[in-house]
């Protein structure tokens, strides 16, 4: 049987006259289907469960392939390293991040500008100006000395546009699921307060 295919009939009316025929014989097909399905199982209850055991949507997650390097949260053997790690005293003791934010030397105006402004993306942090002679190690014993936890040294030349608002922010991790990735997040969330603000806007 000869099928009509609308973009190729030239005459745009008519054109557009058959696409509607075929969508509204499209949806009548699929009305009717239903009500049959719907029949069928009313009278055999059965169809309807094997129906929906074989109907599964296709997610990120069960069409993922298998990755050996993917781990349970809550599998013993990680709970039992991030408990001694170097982020453990942030989770189980409750230690609040400091961070000391400074640049490399002889920075521009654009790297004071940008290092200055992370002071509002990491909560109690501090903005330092770096002096010429002043190197890295002299920096991590300066820290050391008056409590810091993290040092983030600012070596390239970006400018931010706008200001966050004042609140703590939550910090949102997916997907950080192999053994490097909790390691990673646990970083990343070892620079932020451990309780956020919900009420705020602020995301990172």
């Known amino acids: ?56 949507p296709r997610t990120l997650e069960n069409v993922r392939e298998f990755d050996e390097t993917i781990v349970d949260a809550e599998d013993l053997e990680v709970l039992e390293d991030e408990a001694s790690d170097e982020f453990s005293k942030y989770f189980q003791e409750g230690v609040s991040p400091k961070m000391l934010i400074t640049t490399n030397k002889r920075p521009s105006k654009v790297g004071y500008d940008f290092a200055s402004e992370l002071i509002d993306v990491f909560p109690n942090s501090n903005f330092v ?39 703590k922010p939550e910090l949102i991790l997916n997907n950080f699921n192999t053994r490097l990735g909790h390691t990673i997040g646990r970083w990343f969330q070892a620079l932020f307060p451990h309780v956020p603000e919900f009420k705020g806007r602020q995301a990172s």
Do not use: W
Not at 14 to 22: D, F, N
Not at 141 to 152: A, H, Q, S
Not at 157 to 162: F, M
């Open 1 to 56: 049987m000869y099928k009509v295919v609308p973009s190729q009939i030239k005459n745009k009316i008519k054109r557009e006259e058959i696409h509607a025929k075929q969508k509204q014989l499209k949806s009548r097909k699929k009305i009717e289907e239903r009500l049959r399905r719907q029949k069928e199982e009313a009278e055999d209850p059965e169809k309807k469960k094997e129906r929906l055991a074989k109907n599964i």
């Open 129 to 167: 100006r770096r002096k010429n002679q002043v190197s890295i190690k002299q920096i991590i014993e300066f820290c050391n000395n008056r409590n810091y936890t993290d040092i983030l040294v600012v070596n390239e030349e970006k400018k931010g546009h706008g200001r966050s608002s004042c609140h």
